[in-house]
């Protein structure tokens, strides 16, 4: 099992590498709305994450565990997180990989990683009745809370995910072509105008 997870890992590193996530500037660019392919990638992540773990729960292949849901912490520990993807520009996954492509500041991602899960074990216990009791629902689900299977919602969920990412892909072929398009016709138009006239009068 050890070696399994470690091919995976790898596997999961290689993709992070391949789809430039683990580039900071694409991030960044991606959180300034510049640059959204980091987007589509983890669209379509969550989507095949999402329908995968659902076939290997349902299948007996996998155990799918779950957690209880504490709203206090979950908001402050996703705005932590959130601002430090966007002043890193990585999440704990790319800064792994980027690591091993050897960009330094992921190594300080890394650490500063390692130490606040250190810091968090240590004051938890005075974190406890302030975050995590406060609030807390639960293993709660959406397939749960809408009373279907969990592969059922699965479905839908990362079926809607992907039908937005093809249909996105789709919108910039569009874009991209009708561009083309336009070049094409001014480009075309071009040498017409400079035939039109010269130094004597009409050619």
Not at 66 to 91: R, S, W
Not at 130 to 153: C, D, N, Q, R
Not at 172 to 187: N, P, T
Request: hydrophobic share 55%.
């Amino acid at each position: 099992m050890l070696i399994l997870g470690l091919v995976f890992g790898m596997a999961l590193g290689a993709i992070l590498m391949l789809s430039g996530l683990s580039n900071p500037r694409l991030v960044i660019d991606m959180l300034r709305f510049k640059n959204l392919h980091a987007m589509k990638v983890l669209m379509t992540a969550l989507a095949v994450g999402i329908l995968g773990v659902a076939l290997l729960d349902t299948g007996g292949l996998a155990h799918m565990k779950l957690k209880t849901l504490h709203v206090l912490a979950v908001t402050l520990g996703g705005g932590l997180l959130g601002l430090g993807f966007a002043v890193a520009g990585y999440c704990p996954g790319s800064a792994l990989a980027a690591s091993v492509e050897g960009r330094r500041d992921a190594l300080f991602t890394v650490a500063g990683g390692l130490v606040g899960t250190a810091v968090y074990a240590l004051v938890y216990p005075a974190l406890k009745p302030l975050l995590i009791e406060p609030l807390s629902y639960g293993k709660a689900t959406l397939f749960g809370a809408v009373g279907v299977s969990h592969l059922v919602a699965a479905l839908v969920v990362g079926s809607a995910f992907l039908a937005a990412v093809l249909l996105w892909l789709r919108v910039d072929v569009v874009r991209v072509a009708g561009a083309g398009d336009g070049d094409a016709e001014i480009g075309s138009a071009a040498p017409q105008v400079a035939c039109s006239t010269g130094p004597g009068g009409p050619v």
